[in-house]
């Protein structure tokens, strides 16, 4: 069922049960975190391997401190800039977070998320959150109530509508790696804003595979119908042009029938094409099409995020 009642949402959680829950990124699938049972459910429900940990969230940075060994001052710094909003850090846990959650990491991954609803959510609730992306593992992340409906609605009792969500990216994830601030997902926050308050950074993520390593599997986000990136006039040869399916940042082929195509944003806005990149994803994969051929944007700004998602949809 998709409603607007957080306190149902919060008695559901209270009693061990999933809901799944809006933020600024994307849509969680959430459960409390200090509950294994309810831990070990999301695992089940997304169909997500056991080894791949999950992100808790909790309403705001003073909340943080009982759930972490240490707090170091650079990660501080980025939190009291960026947090609540999409960033993570990676963060030596306390004895409070279950194995379940780290996947046996000595490291707990915590956001505070900035949406309403979700800070009204977690302001109720005497426990963090746990909650990965709301959607079966590997396919496309949720940015509507509906998209979660579309496949979870059967398996969950309550999805808490807070609208599409604004930023429509998952968050950046960082944590230290030898003392060097690292980079293990881009996300929601650019790299730029992140190197403005704390200088260089590295980043770590790129093509990994290794499932015990932090940020995301390869292949990832992506959709049903494959998903190439390119220029669409080299799959013309290949393909007839009414079943190819077109994703552009700013301008649409004259070649391809026009409800094919989807602009992430003909303006040329990177908060507007990371909002629309998912639930356009989604469409293409809804027609019936042989292929969908997807344009890089620039490597700036956002635009570093949504390349790193289209890589991982056409890996
Ligand atoms: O924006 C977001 O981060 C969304 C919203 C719902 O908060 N959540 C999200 O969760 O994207 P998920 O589970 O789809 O992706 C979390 C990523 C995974 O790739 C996981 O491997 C990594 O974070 N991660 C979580 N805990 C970790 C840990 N302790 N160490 C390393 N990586 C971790
Ligand atoms: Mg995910």
């Given at each position: 069922m998709i409603g607007k009642y957080t306190k149902y949402a919060a008695d559901l959680l209270r009693r061990g049960q999933l809901v799944a829950i809006p933020t600024e990124t994307v849509y969680g699938l959430a459960g409390?975190?200090?509950d294994v049972k309810a831990v070990s459910e999301i695992f089940s429900v997304k169909q997500r391997p056991s080894f791949d940990p999950l992100i808790i969230h909790l309403p705001?940075?003073?909340?943080?401190e009982a759930y972490v060994a240490a707090f170091p001052d650079a990660l501080l710094e980025l939190a009291r800039k960026?947090?609540?909003?999409?960033l993570t850090l990676l963060l030596p846990r306390s004895s409070l977070i279950p194995d379940l959650i780290t996947a046996g990491s000595d490291r707990v991954a915590i956001r505070i998320p900035s949406h309403v609803v979700a800070q009204n959510l977690l302001h109720q609730l005497d426990f963090p959150l746990a909650a990965?992306?709301?959607?079966?593992?590997?396919y496309i992340s949720p940015t509507s109530a509906e998209h979660v409906a579309q496949q979870l609605g059967d398996k969950i009792p309550y999805i808490l509508d807070g609208?599409?969500?604004?930023?429509?990216l998952e968050s950046t994830i960082v944590g230290m790696e030898q003392n060097e601030i690292t980079v293990y997902r881009k996300g929601g926050i650019p790299l730029e804003a992140i190197e403005a308050v704390i200088g260089k950074v590295k980043v770590r993520?790129?093509?990994?595979?290794?499932?015990?390593?932090?940020?995301?599997?390869?292949?990832?986000?992506?959709?049903?119908i494959p998903l190439r990136i390119g220029e669409v006039e080299t799959f013309l040869k290949k393909f007839p042009k009414d079943r190819i399916g077109v994703l552009s940042f700013r301008k649409f082929k004259p070649d391809i029938p026009k409800a094919h195509q989807v602009c992430l944003s003909q303006s040329g806005d990177y908060k507007e094409a990371a909002q629309n990149l998912f639930a356009s994803m989604r469409y293409l994969d809804s027609l019936a099409l042989d292929l969908i051929v997807a344009e890089l944007l620039p490597e700036e700004d956002l635009g570093t995020a949504i390349n790193d998602r289209l890589r991982r949809a056409a890996a």
């Amino acid at each position: 069922m998709i409603g607007k009642y957080t306190k149902y949402a919060a008695d559901l959680l209270r009693r061990g049960q999933l809901v799944a829950i809006p933020t600024e990124t994307v849509y969680g699938l959430a459960g409390n975190a200090l509950d294994v049972k309810a831990v070990s459910e999301i695992f089940s429900v997304k169909q997500r391997p056991s080894f791949d940990p999950l992100i808790i969230h909790l309403p705001d940075v003073a909340s943080i401190e009982a759930y972490v060994a240490a707090f170091p001052d650079a990660l501080l710094e980025l939190a009291r800039k960026f947090m609540p909003g999409p960033l993570t850090l990676l963060l030596p846990r306390s004895s409070l977070i279950p194995d379940l959650i780290t996947a046996g990491s000595d490291r707990v991954a915590i956001r505070i998320p900035s949406h309403v609803v979700a800070q009204n959510l977690l302001h109720q609730l005497d426990f963090p959150l746990a909650a990965p992306s709301a959607n079966p593992f590997g396919y496309i992340s949720p940015t509507s109530a509906e998209h979660v409906a579309q496949q979870l609605g059967d398996k969950i009792p309550y999805i808490l509508d807070g609208g599409p969500c604004v930023v429509g990216l998952e968050s950046t994830i960082v944590g230290m790696e030898q003392n060097e601030i690292t980079v293990y997902r881009k996300g929601g926050i650019p790299l730029e804003a992140i190197e403005a308050v704390i200088g260089k950074v590295k980043v770590r993520a790129h093509s990994t595979s290794n499932p015990n390593a932090p940020g995301m599997l390869k292949s990832h986000y992506a959709p049903r119908i494959p998903l190439r990136i390119g220029e669409v006039e080299t799959f013309l040869k290949k393909f007839p042009k009414d079943r190819i399916g077109v994703l552009s940042f700013r301008k649409f082929k004259p070649d391809i029938p026009k409800a094919h195509q989807v602009c992430l944003s003909q303006s040329g806005d990177y908060k507007e094409a990371a909002q629309n990149l998912f639930a356009s994803m989604r469409y293409l994969d809804s027609l019936a099409l042989d292929l969908i051929v997807a344009e890089l944007l620039p490597e700036e700004d956002l635009g570093t995020a949504i390349n790193d998602r289209l890589r991982r949809a056409a890996a």
